[in-house]
């Protein structure tokens, strides 16, 4: 078997094995902690008989392992339970704001990738000189601020000192496409603004790197064209730490959408997460935290396969 | 020593937020949790960056909201560096399985986002400060875990460490007399980058109504209580959202100048 191949599959395999440990985290790290479903539900006066038939009914009463396994194979089956709030079934209200999510989601990666590249570049290119310090003054701003604050001076400015848009996100079925760009536009620019200064600084990090290391000498020695150099020695090898720049950034997203979707009132995925967690209603905290984990893990096996696939060295073994 | 202009920016207002933390109680004007006024009041002599949502005095809670937000996190890091290190440090003097078990358990804690494990714990465990501080530290005490091991594991391999150990010491004296004060540096210049971090996760869950609770005051929990106001055109929201931004660019530039400093000092090696 090609080397590749068996890195591949390991990765994979990997990333899949986390994925089992981090729901089992999720379930039975959660049912260790103190704190009662069905005490939740009833409240502090619920009577003991009324407690166990409440457990009872749920199924509380069985051991925690057999609950967790019952509750993996409702999630491999699409199946994740009824919230404890209202009883609505949870695969239908996440099937519905999955999509709104990664509309959203969608649209910052496609404006903040090629930004975040381009701007990584120039930064390497003119290393140590005003347009790198410029930038790098910016974006070392940027990450210091969250999401919430920057979402906050964002709206501030092109709503009330320029209003150009407004300052809630509402997204419903049956909006033309268009439609649902405007109405998103606001948060995809805090969005990207929060993921830019992340990816770019890394991805002229990633440059740097490579531009600084003995075979670009060697090439430059040689007397070949700063082209040639950048295609034929930087390129190849520049393109799998920047690949995997992308993904681990795009797994942040995950992070900020959560936050983004709740100042901007869009109605998605985040925004049921928290509107859940202060309901205090854990099936449906459970599923979505799966989910957005299972986004984040999925991203990252992305990033490592696409590092492994683009090394020029692992491709061509000696 | 010269100290660069940004981190002597950086220095100074840090250090105006710690004063104004330390000595919230007495440099309040007023009570933060009381009305003063009536909604929204623009700033004026009497309330200099005017009154909140339900006419609470802005600059009050802003002092009293920073030495919460201050605390909470300081606590937080300082928690997350006493566990990190401390297991850090352990992974690298014993090697082996204990190595391998605490380094699984902390791959596998980073492999989700702090932000959701946090919102997961917290729609179980009761909301006050105690518990805030506990997830937090815990979540972040990975990121400390892995810079301790890396630079304790340098470190285990000098001689002197070889000498303790031949002579007989205690794994307890290896990790706080041996690599504990040569490590110390590194961290020291990361212990501020945490801070950051903790700053920004704690208002970022009070804004999300999961952390500080009312009616004590934090950062993240006034841009909450006064994001309304915005849509009207009243600043009010800003204010505490400016405050957080200006905390962590100011610790960050210091941070910045330790680091430099510390990673010129051991010729490069961070």
Known sequence: MHPIVKLLVQRIALGLVLLLAVSAV?????????????????????????????????????????????????????????????????????????????????????IAVPLALILGAVAARYAGRWPDKVISAVTLTTISLPEFVAAYFVIYLL????????????????????????????????LVMVVLAHMMRMTRAAILNVMQSAYIETAELKGLSPMTIIWKHAFPNAIAPVISVVAINLAYLVVGVVVVEVVFSYNALGQYLVDHVTKRDLPVVQAVGLIFAAVYIGLNIIADVTAIIANPRLRHPK | MRIPPSALIGLILTGVFIFSAIFADLLMPYAYDLPVGTQWEGPSATHWLGTDTIGRDILSRLIKGGQITIFVA?????????????????????????????????DLMMAIPSLIVALVLLSVLPLNLTVLILVMGVLDSTRVFRLARAVAMDIAVME?????????EKWGWVIFREILPNALSPLVAEFGLRFIFAVLFISTLSFLGLGVQPPLADWGGMVKENKDGLSWGISAALVPALAIAL?????????????????SLKGGRG
């Open chain 2, 160 to 168: 002197y460490v070889e000498a303790a150990k031949l002579r007989g």
């Open chain 1, 26 to 110: 999720i379930f039975l790290g959660v049912e260790a902690l103190p704190g009662d479903t069905a005490q939740a539900i009833l409240g502090q006066s619920a009577t003991p008989q009324a407690l166990e038939n409440l457990r009872a009914q749920m199924g509380l009463d069985q051991p925690a392992l057999t609950r967790y396994f019952n509750w993996l194979g409702g999630v491999m089956t699409g199946d994740l339970g009824k919230a404890l709030t209202n009883g609505v079934d949870i695969s239908q209200a996440i099937g519905q704001r999955l999509g709104n999510t990664l509309f959203l989601a969608g649209c910052a990666a496609v």
């Open chain 1, 159 to 190: 709503t009330i000192l320029f209003p150009v848009f407004q300052p809630v996100a509402m997204v419903f079925p049956g909006m033309s496409f268009w439609a649902k760009l405007q109405a998103v536009a606001l948060p995809v620019i805090v």
């Open chain 2, 74 to 106: 300081l606590a937080a890091s300082i928690l997350s560096f006493a566990m990190g290190s401390f297991f850090g440090f352990l992974a690298a003097v014993s090697g082996g399985w204990t190595d391998q078990i605490l380094s699984r358990v902390c």
């Open chain 2, 247 to 263: 905390l962590a660019i100011s610790v960050n530039l210091v941070a910045d100048w330790v680091l430099s400093r510390t990673s």
